[in-house]
Nanobody, 121 residues
Framework: QVQLVESGGGSVEAGGSLTLSCVRS????????MGWFRQAPGKTRERVAR???????EYADSVRGRFTLSQDKAKNTFYLQMNRLKPEDSARYYC???????????????WGQGTQVTVSS
């Protein structure tokens, strides 16, 4: 079983930056796809970005060009660098792991508890 712990959330003004981290532990598979999702109150969960085991990244249109995924496999950690933040980016951000490296939304089976991001205008 994989455990995921997010950190790095906080409150910033519009235009600011934050870097979220997700540390993975437990029975980590050799290959995996990792994703960041977010959910704001009253809204459905949205996939923000994902990165395959081979390093292929995909971003939601709403964050492309502002957010960047990266990972440090030696540390079992992956990151979401968020720049030029907007108030509409405010949400609870969750990292998720897909142990089969399918990178499909339905394949993400392990989830962290989330970290809150609040962007003020």
């Amino acid at each position: 079983q994989v455990q995921l712990v997010e950190s790095g959330g906080g409150s910033v003004e519009a235009g600011g930056s934050l870097t979220l981290s997700c540390v993975r532990s437990g029975n980590t598979p050799i290959r995996y796809c990792m994703g960041w999702f977010r959910q704001a109150p009253g809204k459905t969960r949205e996939r923000v970005a994902r990165i395959s085991d081979g390093g292929r990244t995909e971003y939601a249109d709403s964050v492309r060009g502002r957010f960047t995924l990266s990972q440090d496999k030696a540390k079992n950690t992956f990151y979401l660098q968020m720049n030029r933040l907007k108030p509409e980016d405010s949400a609870r951000y969750y990292c998720a792991a897909d142990p089969r490296n399918l990178c499909l939304d339905s394949a993400f089976k392990s989830w962290g508890q989330g970290t809150q991001v609040t962007v003020s205008s």
